[in-house]
């Protein structure tokens, strides 16, 4: 399946070193073929099928800081070992990118059901914008590849495995900016984030999926 997906983030400034982060993920599973909205599922190792959720995500809050991002007081960060670090910028002409590296697992066996994610994401921007002191955000194209431990929702009844992703996208500054499909499915199922971004970053977690 595909995955088109959004994360709505928020930074405020604590140091001159550092940042506090908050963000919102809102996705949607795809089908390879139509890119629809994929709403049931065949797994094809068990011939199950199984119903798709919509995945809708509170992130945060993280500090941010040159050399990677750090949970703030997150519980379910407790049972986590919780790696990440921003590689060192790399410069081909007027390109500049930076990999961001996540590494996520339980800390021990029997810590809640087994969780592996990981993730590399790379950002390039020109150096032009990088260095302009008036945007306080840049165009930024981005590529991202994952391996991830199966989801419970997947069906794969006791089946151990891990899921691989690949992904392009870019970095946006308002809503009008998204891929026409995303704003309608964002507009039917989650239009309150479209409506007030900002506040739905601010939701309680807990929040159950639509």
Known sequence: FGLLAATFSRHRKLSDTSYEARALE????????????????TNPFTNRTVK??????????????GEGLSPINVARFATLDFGHRFRAPVQIGDDVSITEEIRI??????????FRYNENTTYTSQLKHLTDPTLATVPTSIAYQSLV??????????????????GLGRRIAETREFPPYFLELTEKYHADVLDDPSGAIDEKPGRKND
Do not use: C
Not at 26 to 41: P, Q
Not at 52 to 65: A, D, F, N, Y
Not at 149 to 166: E, H, S, T
């Open 52 to 65: 798709v959720p919509q995945t809708r995500s509170l992130m945060g809050p993280v500090e941010i800081k």
């Open 149 to 166: 431990g199966l989801a419970p929702w997947m069906g794969f009844d006791g089946i151990d495995g891990m899921n691989m992703g690949r």
């Open 105 to 114: 697992r339980n800390k021990a066996e029997g810590a809640g059901p087994r």
């Open 26 to 41: 809102v996705a949607y599973f795809t089908d390879l073929a139509t890119g629809k909205l994929l709403e049931s599922w």
